[in-house]
């Protein structure tokens, strides 16, 4: 047996055998079989800022990722390039830290539900309005097979987490040739894992506790991952906040350049606001001086509006990303040994530093000017009604089956079939018979099985099927 290492290339099931030519690493094939998946692939219909946006070069969960995915790895090669130990003096290992960053920032949405964080909160309300299924049997159920679902593990449906979703998606729900999803290795799996404690155990004040990073359903490989790389409960993996800082440079930078290209402000506003709040200090006076020259360069252009304002926000984003980009690297060298023994509690960009701050800056801009926009917050509110129906509908579906304790058996009316039919077969398999081994109680193998199809629809998806399913139910 292998000693535990954080750096783990173990997978839980045997690997899949490879060509003769195949010189990858683990942490490459990693790459890989994340890359070329479904999950991934249905990122390009799902909410960043702007639900159901038809400008296509406004970002999408996918494009944020890919965008997640450069930075993080950007991150870590900008970290060995100025401390090559930093991560040890393991040629292997050092040669993988950018590839595993790069795995991470693209996987660390995939289970985000349609109409982003109000899709998140939409599935939390609707358990939240129905708690007497927790505990109720329900007229057809004969009380004697009915067993309650246990108060520590209602969580994963009230505060439903999309991080969650992410771990079960990737070592649950794909379909491969094995039981492990798509058997990543111990390592990246470790990486990925942004929040280590399970929905009874979170704590605040700490940024791997602060919300739950795996469902009861997912315990046993929770379990094999710790044994794997040694970490315990409530501890992350270094490239964790690596990754972590690279989400927080991605949506505080980029979803205000997407405010730009929507109209809804110009550069100059921006260039205005970072003015405001920086000038008067030394880092952020260089700042501003620089995007001020950028700008001067910008209008001498002979070109029409359109561009130089492309020209401008371009500018705007290169030099914020660097200068946020630089400050985390300095913030994870410097905190290296808390870090790497388990100490650490804040994110790489929730210190002081002027990273920090312009980070908090361009995040209150965003929610003034971008998620607070009436556009947003109407097809918000249509995303909500479209999930919490979708819900009420997939539930009568799901649990109106002649025989309880017999998962795929007859559903009792045409409606229930038909809806029951529209669940993706792969999730009904898994409810039907690969969960059967879990030990969970029905209800809530039940439950998940809902949260299952809805957080992995698109956003157009959930808007069509609920549309259709309307009109058939209800003539």
Not at 180 to 204: E, F, I
Not at 376 to 405: C, K, N, P, T, Y
Request: glycine letters at 6%.
């Amino acid at each position: 047996m292998s000693k535990p290492s954080i750096w783990s290339s173990d997978r839980k099931s045997p690997p899949r055998p490879s060509g003769d030519g195949d010189r990858r690493t683990p942490f490459e094939q990693d790459f890989d079989r994340l890359l070329f998946s479904t999950p991934v692939r249905r990122l390009a219909d799902k909410t960043q800022v702007f639900p159901l946006e038809k400008n296509d070069s406004v970002r999408t969960r996918l494009t944020h990722s890919h965008e997640v995915s450069n930075l993080a790895r950007s991150l870590g090669t900008r970290i060995l390039r100025t401390n090559r130990s930093c991560f040890g003096d393991d040629p292997t290992v050092q040669e993988s830290v950018p590839v595993i960053l790069a795995t991470v920032g693209l996987a660390h949405d995939l289970g985000n539900p349609p109409f982003g964080h109000q899709g998140e909160a939409a599935i939390g309300k609707w358990f939240a309005r129905c708690t007497p299924l927790f505990d109720a049997p329900g007229e057809v159920v004969p009380a004697a097979e009915f067993t309650p679902v246990a108060s520590d593990q209602r969580g994963d449906f009230l505060k439903f987490e999309g991080n969650a979703q992410t771990l079960r998606l990737l070592v649950r729900l794909q379909n491969t040739s094995g039981p492990s999803g798509l058997n990543l290795t111990a390592g990246t799996l470790a990486a990925l894992m942004k929040y280590t404690v399970p929905s009874h155990r979170t704590a605040k004040g700490n940024a791997a506790t602060k919300k739950f990073g795996y469902f009861a359903s997912e315990g046993d490989v929770v379990d094999w991952i710790r044994e794997k790389t040694g970490l315990a409960a409530g501890q992350r993996h270094p490239l964790t906040w690596l990754m972590e800082a690279s989400d927080d440079a991605a949506y505080s930078i980029l979803d205000v350049e997407d405010a730009i290209k929507k109209d809804l402000v110009s550069p100059e506003d921006l260039r205005a606001f970072i003015r405001s709040k920086f000038y008067e200090t030394t880092e952020g006076g260089g700042l501003v001086n620089q995007l001020e020259q950028d700008f001067k360069k910008a209008d001498e252009t002979i070109a029409d509006l359109t561009r130089i304002k492309e020209i401008k926000a371009s500018y705007l984003r290169t030099r914020l990303v660097e200068r946020v980009l630089t400050g985390a690297a300095e913030e994870f060298l410097k905190d290296r040994e808390a870090i790497f023994s388990y100490q650490r509690t804040a994110p790489l960009l929730e210190c002081r530093s002027f990273a920090s701050e312009v980070t908090a800056a361009l995040k209150e801009f965003a929610r003034t000017h971008a998620y607070n926009s009436p556009d947003v917050l109407r097809v918000e509110l249509q995303g909500a009604r479209v999930i919490s129906g979708l819900m009420d509908l997939m539930w009568d579906a799901i649990a109106s089956r002649e025989v309880f304790a017999k998962l795929n058996s007859r559903r009792t009316s045409p409606q229930a079939a038909f809806v029951y039919s529209k669940i993706s077969d792969s999730y009904r398999w898994h409810f039907e018979q690969a969960s059967g081994a879990s030990g969970l109680p029905i209800r809530y193998r039940e439950m998940q099985l809902l949260t299952d199809m809805i957080s992995g629809m698109t956003d157009r998806f959930a808007v069509e099927l609920h549309a259709e399913l309307t009109s058939a139910t209800h003539g």
